[in-house]
């Protein structure tokens, strides 16, 4: 796609080195993969890539928000997510992908596409969870006010004289 040539880093004509790239994300991006889950989003991307003489190190960062429901109380909120992710890229016979971590590319290749792997990087940093700041601890007050009823209302109630003679029992041991 015409939309992901700006992902195409062409590594031939890079010296050997540290190189640094940035890429803002939107929604666009996710609408090229059919992803529509959120309507606002907005990613900063970084990619450090180090070259060597056999094998490339990529090393992704990315930082940004997505507008989302909160799954406790329902609330729009803008949710911050980062996420990081390391690439070793090898030169080999064949194109291979099989390990998250390793990608193998043919001799003959001269650039890498990286717009598979930002996607990637960007939803599963997206937690399943999510929970607006500041309700977990409402949450947290609203269990400690039903715990502190529950208490009162077991010591209200009456206890059933047999209990208090299990428990005689027990002491005397």
Not at 3 to 25: A, S, T
Not at 69 to 93: A, R, S, W
Not at 124 to 138: A, D, E, M, W
């Amino acid at each position: 796609m015409k939309m992901f040539n700006e992902f195409k880093i062409p590594f031939v004509g890079l010296k050997e080195g540290n190189h640094h790239f940035d890429y803002q994300i939107g929604k666009e991006f996710f609408d090229a993969f059919g992803y529509n889950e959120f309507d606002q989003m907005d990613f900063k991307v970084e990619i450090q890539l180090d070259k060597k003489s056999t094998m490339m190190e990529l090393f992704f960062t990315a930082q940004g928000i997505v507008n989302t429901l909160c799954d406790v109380t329902g609330e729009e909120f803008d949710l911050d997510v980062t996420g990081e992710f390391p690439l070793i890229v090898k030169f080999g016979e064949v194109f291979n992908n099989d390990n998250e971590e390793l990608l193998i590319i043919p001799h003959t290749a001269y650039e890498l596409e990286l717009h598979q792997y930002i996607y990637e990087l960007i939803v599963l940093s997206i937690p399943q969870k999510r929970v607006k700041s500041g309700t977990v601890t409402t949450m947290k007050k609203v269990e400690e006010v039903d715990k502190t009823l529950q208490t009162k209302e077991d010591k209200n109630k009456e206890i059933d004289p047999r209990w208090d003679q299990l428990k005689q029992l027990l002491d005397k041991k």
